[in-house]
């Protein structure tokens, strides 16, 4: 909303209405290999429908709307990679992250907004089994290998984040894993780290298979279960919990911190990479908007201020807290320290 | 994009795969009668929950949503209604048009994006027997009841271009009246207009209570059926075309033109109000996207280009067409003379 703005307008409202479809053309040209077809060079709807078997009609329709949304560009008749699509959504950039719509437009996430107006009067997901948070849900298995190449590019900047002088031994416990990709990126940048990899059976094989992809497959070692349940050992200098915290609510989330406390040596730290909203929650917008996943997804779940968070950590028993934000990443990073 | 954009971001597919949350957002917002709320003088979660019999923990992370998403004012725990919303989403507002969710995010045109990708291999909608376009679709009547709201502005907007001198009389036709908003105002605004409504019988019900609620029920008669098949009868001043030839392919429209152009006197004039894209098909973004729509929910509809529909109107017999803009409606209005 500009301040200048002088009368009223319907825009803001109609492209919202109509925000879906932006979701399922994005996911449609993934499916579609559209990026990567034009990376290969072709350029026209002509000629990106012989490429990915479609028709041509609907290649010139889909492209139109993908030029106008934001992600190729269009001269003359012929289309273009943006910077960010030809990094991102190309199958042959290294960088590839296209395989992550198969979790953010799964179908569990997508039907705990299918009754967002239930969600808001209870306060919580109207999924059956409380949602995403249920023991061993199959959504994770999903998770873990389709958001894998999403999240090395987060995994590196926090694990650069972390790096301290080298050490000659680092024993590192990385809790709800998923598909392993913060625990094993810290392993690759430290030749001393050991990290063991906690998660429900299922999704550790994932994770257990990107350790074996990635080359740490002999500093990496795993514990099946709840991260509730389970003994997490001690004496680890580093735990990380990414992406995890956001799932419960608060005194849930101090119990969590408290058994992370007693299982880190002293001077060890923990490690939370979150959406975390500035104290106004408003911004910025990626985190203060993903609070409304949790509502629609989890019993209890938020998206937690720093604020919030250094009390909790503080209630667990760690001295300090510091935060951080982690460019181009839409999330922050948080150290705790015992 | 930045010209100036340095390193490649994620950040636009992230917020464009969550782009369906701000559908379902907005919607549970009218639904729970939120912008209503604000407006009577609720400011905070506690107050509006109690207010549209919500949690208060799901009324503060929708509002928060909804001001990260341009829709509503925060300041410190207090929300206010933006110049929009308060226009255009307050119940009490004579411009209220919340209803429009109740066809725009109806269950035929979300399912007609289920399955885009297979859409855009097709050419055309996968929905059963032709989708939107099926005779009787009860998906007409449902935007005639939802849409009139919305339509109230650009009714207006398009009465004053079509406004001549003075007429002592004026005969109107209006083609797939729906709601009738677009003939009614006319009517209101010429008190010497006569017009005819077609559309299918259900959709005729909500435009005669329409016409009688507006005060124009005795200038006002019906025709009821299919454009293609019915008898239009003759001698028209102005024929209206609103949001009907976007669901045709050319050959399609110019046949209806041709029937439009022989009903209308000498000198009269059609009017079409569309999303009519730019001749590079991208641009302004509303009118360009609208394309996707009508390939995900019909056989060949399109959004046309202006030197599309002169070359139709032409083929049908129109000496030539006008091309106006609509501000602040994102939509665009032709006026083609016979």
Redesign the interface.
Known sequence: ?SVE?Q??????????????????????AI??GLFTAIGEGNRTAHDLAARC???????R??C??L?????LT?ENDGYGL???S????DKKSP?Y?GS??EF??SPML?QA??N??E??????TRLPDEGSVAPEHPVWVQFARAMAP?MA?PAQLMSKLIAAAPHSSLKVLDIAAGHGMYGITVAQNNPGAEVVALDWPHVLEVAKENAQKLGVSERYSTIQGSAFDVDFGSGYDLVLLTNFLHHFDTETCVSLLKKVHDALAEGGRAVTVEFV?NE????P??S??F??????STPKG?AYTFREFDEMFKRAGFSRSEFHQLP???QQVIISYK
């Open positions: 909303m703005q009368a009223p307008s319907p825009v803001l409202f109609f492209e919202t209405v109509s925000a879906y479809q932006r979701s399922a053309a994005i996911k449609a499916e579609l078997q479609a028709s041509e009609r609907g290649m329709i889909l139109d709307y030029t106008a949304a934001g992600f269009k943006t910077m960010d030809a990094t991102f959504l960088a992250m992550a719509v953010l437009l997508m907004f299918d967002l107006t969600a808001v009067r209870q306060g919580g999403m590019m909203p106004d929650r408003i911004t917008p990626p203060a908007m609070s409304l996943v949790m509502l629609s938020d181009p990443s839409p």
